[in-house]
């Protein structure tokens, strides 16, 4: 009995072949493109000492990213792949979908580049949607192209180069007491006890700060979400209602954000130190007293405890 050729069998993948392939890869290259480009943004958060916290999970996750993106750039192994990334990507828009319910205004997923969770969840759920739809619609295995290696190759050694190039460039640096700093272009440290008696060391990295070099003021240097910080702006806030004639000066530390509604006084300057550094003083919030410039006094804040102007 001769076969009608024309008749497939039911576990063949649907439509031409031509078409299916191409727009597979393109679909597991998209994929790809997201890990690499998170992982990379994470990656340099890394080596500019921005993560202080779980610095072994977040590397582990750095170069999970990283290796799956190429991975999926590849499209070796394609059946896999897809089946992999739609694990991942159901992993990334559970994670999303629960910091937007929490409703935190940033995710994370890019490092330094700030990203609403609802985005990253809307974009994970459409990347899932595709592997999904790729993984129902070719159930089979397929090779992979030459120039899929080719330039998933040229990725990794783009991102080894990248890696060791951005630890050597982004060392931590130093800000000394005579106002110059030296080291790399990543984490500045600061040693405010050693600015007694010298002019204000940071006054060139802050915008504004010539309102603070005459006269006397007492500097507070603080990050908008530690919770000795405010404790301390809203003892000082107190205090300038009964001493109005006193100067005080907020300087924010980046990345900034804004203080609890209230807590301030509207008298208090604002200002803050540039943001073209993560600048690491090594208590929070340091308060600085100045004379005319000059570094009076330093000191830390202990809740509870006043240590006047």
């Known amino acids: 009995m001769v076969e009608n050729?024309?008749?497939?069998?039911?576990?063949?993948?649907?439509?031409?072949?031509?078409?299916?392939?191409?727009?597979?890869?393109?679909?597991?290259?998209?994929?790809?493109?997201?890990?690499?480009?998170?992982?990379?943004?994470?990656g340099y958060d890394l080596l500019r000492g921005a993560v202080t916290k779980n610095y072994f999970f977040h590397t582990a996750e750095v170069l999970m990213e990283l290796a799956a993106g190429v991975w999926f750039v590849s499209s070796v192994a394609g059946y896999y792949a897809l089946r992999a990334g739609a694990l991942l990507f159901t992993l990334f828009l559970a994670i999303s979908l629960h910091d937007a319910w929490q409703g935190q205004v940033n995710c994370g997923c890019f490092g330094p580049v700030p990203m609403n969770p609802w985005i990253t969840a809307t974009m994970d759920a459409v990347i899932l949607l595709l592997l999904g739809s790729a993984i129902f619609v070719y159930p089979e295995k397929?090779?992979?192209?030459?120039?899929?290696?080719?330039?998933?190759?040229?990725?990794?050694?783009?991102?080894?180069?990248?890696?060791?190039?951005?630890?050597?460039?982004?060392?931590?640096?130093?800000?000394?007491?005579?106002?110059?700093?030296?080291?790399?272009?990543?984490?500045?440290?600061?040693?405010?006890?050693?600015?007694?008696?010298?002019?204000?060391?940071?006054?060139?990295?802050?915008?504004?700060?010539?309102?603070?070099?005459?006269?006397?003021?007492?500097?507070?240097?603080?990050?908008?979400?530690?919770?000795?910080?405010q404790h301390a702006i809203a003892g000082i806030s107190r205090h300038l209602k009964n001493n109005p004639d006193h100067n005080v000066a907020l300087i924010q530390l980046p990345p900034y954000g804004p203080l609890p509604r209230g807590l301030a006084n509207p008298n208090m300057l604002r200002l803050a130190f540039e943001n073209t550094h993560i600048w690491r003083p090594p208590f929070l919030p340091v308060l600085v007293d100045l004379d005319h410039g000059v570094v009076t006094r330093v000191r830390s804040y202990v809740p509870g405890n006043w240590f006047g102007f």
């Open 142 to 229: 397929y090779p992979a192209s030459r120039w899929r290696k080719i330039f998933s190759g040229i990725v990794a050694l783009g991102i080894l180069v990248g890696m060791i190039g951005g630890k050597s460039y982004l060392q931590p640096g130093m800000l000394h007491s005579n106002g110059t700093i030296t080291g790399g272009h990543g984490v500045i440290f600061m040693q405010p006890p050693a600015w007694d008696a010298k002019r204000f060391p940071a006054a060139d990295y802050i915008p504004g700060s010539h309102a603070i070099m005459h006269g006397k003021w007492l500097a507070v240097i603080y990050f908008h979400t530690c919770p000795v910080c």
């Open 5 to 42: 050729p024309t008749v497939q069998s039911s576990s063949a993948p649907l439509g031409p072949e031509s078409i299916k392939r191409p727009l597979l890869q393109w679909i597991l290259f998209l994929a790809g493109v997201v890990l690499v480009t998170a992982g990379a943004l994470k």
